[in-house]
């Protein structure tokens, strides 16, 4: 990648206010494995749909087992130096906020504040009829005890934060109901299928009136609860910046186009600002 590109990019960023808009390749340095990056072929799996969450138990508690499998290893994942980049723009005063396609929290653990969680995070389990909502650390421990012949065995981590595991074995898997009215526990996050809440949304257009320009990192844009944003950009006429391995389906739309793990470039990004943002 020339140097000059991620120049240019630091001389945008330079002047305030950005929306950073974040995806699952900000995730895949830290052991995550996400939906359409490398490998993605190799490890081909259809994520579990909400329709099928909400009416079929069976898919359910086929859902939970491998939660429970995958949960150790995905709640030990730790930021790396991409996060721990937009941490430091952050603290800067750079940016007017993190819109983020993640649901890891990773973001929040490298030190940035103001972060908007569009599809959830996983360390929360919710009520859907009664909102009650648990933490999803203690909701391992429920299912551990409800599931006490089970071994907890290493296998692969799935994009979805559950894991790998034969169908066969998660037939006599129990799950519990709410403690409160005895409805459906589901993880606090979006699934396939369903909504992205509004009020989130317009937080996030509301970021995006704000700012000078959008920087999408480690997103291939292909699901539209992100593409909008960028799309959103683009009709205000603002520059809009992809840091991404692979193509990405806003490539068209893009001011600068830089090719790469965000793990690499946006440190070199944010060193370049602290060295030409005035001192105090």
Not at 1 to 23: F, I
């Amino acid at each position: 990648m020339p140097e000059a590109t991620l120049q240019a990019l630091a001389d945008l960023l330079s002047k305030g206010r950005t929306v950073v808009l974040t995806g699952a390749g900000c995730s895949t340095e830290s052991g995550l494995p996400d939906y359409r990056g490398e490998g993605t072929r190799r490890r081909s799996r259809n994520p579990i749909q909400y329709r099928a969450f909400v009416t079929d138990p069976a898919a359910r508690a086929r859902y939970w087992a491998r939660s429970m499998v995958g949960w150790r290893r995905f709640a030990q994942a730790q930021p790396n130096a991409g996060h721990y980049a937009l941490a430091q723009l952050e603290q800067s005063g750079l940016l007017v906020g993190l819109i983020t396609q993640n649901v890891d929290g990773l973001h929040q653990k490298a030190g940035s504040q103001r972060v908007l969680e569009l599809h959830g995070n996983l360390a929360r389990v919710r009520c859907l009829s009664c909102a009650y909502t648990i933490d999803r650390e203690l909701f391992q421990q429920e299912l551990l005890s409800l599931n006490p012949t089970w071994s907890v065995w290493a296998t692969a981590l799935a994009p979805d934060g559950d894991a790998e595991l034969p169908e066969a074995l998660t037939h006599t898997f129990r799950v519990p109901n709410c403690p409160r009215c005895g409805g459906i526990l589901k993880p606090d996050v979006v699934f396939f299928g369903e909504h992205v809440p509004r009020e989130r949304v317009e937080i996030a257009q509301q970021w995006l009136t704000e700012a000078n320009m959008l920087l999408v990192a480690g997103s291939s844009l292909m699901v539209y609860s992100g593409y909008r944003f960028l799309l959103e950009a683009a009709r205000q006429n603002k520059p809009i910046a992809i840091v991404n391995l692979g193509p990405t389906r806003g490539d068209a739309l893009a001011s600068l186009r830089l090719q790469g793990r965000t793990g690499e470039l946006l440190p070199r990004l944010a060193q370049r600002l602290t060295y030409t943002l005035p001192r105090d």
